[in-house]
């Protein structure tokens, strides 16, 4: 199978930027369209972003648009999310995921076959 190992995390100030990488283990990786979800707190996992199997296509949750950028290199079985100007609400563990599914990209858990031990990201005011 796929395993997907996240880093990256730590613990910022808000107004501060942050990268979270994730390696996939896997000979495929251009197969699978990738997703980053976080949980916070006592909260459900939500969807972050989404970027398909060529790279070409991005979705943003509304919670992170003009903040979050989500990218991949294929080469290096790699997908990032760039992480600008957080916020405290942005504290979670943050999780990628890869989806086996055929389409472009999706917003929920269930279309991901994939995910990783997650990394945490807190944001102090």
């Known amino acids: 199978q796929v395993q997907l190992v996240e880093s990256g995390g730590g613990l910022v100030q808000a107004g501060d930027s942050l990268r979270l990488s994730c390696a996939a283990s896997g000979r495929t990786f251009n197969s699978y369209a990738m997703g980053w979800f976080r949980q916070a707190p006592g909260k459900e996992r939500v969807f972050v972003a989404a970027i398909s199997r060529s790279g070409g296509s991005t979705s943003y949750a509304d919670s992170v648009k003009g903040r979050f950028t989500i990218s991949r290199d294929n080469a290096k079985n790699t997908v990032y999310l760039q992480m600008n100007s957080l916020k405290p609400e942005d504290t979670a563990v943050y999780y990628c995921?890869?989806?086996?599914?055929?389409?472009?990209?999706?917003?929920?858990?269930?279309?991901?076959?994939?995910w990783g031990q997650g990394t945490q990201v807190t944001v102090s005011s």
């Open positions: 995921a890869a989806s086996t599914v055929p389409g472009s990209y999706y917003h929920t858990e269930r279309m991901y076959t994939y």
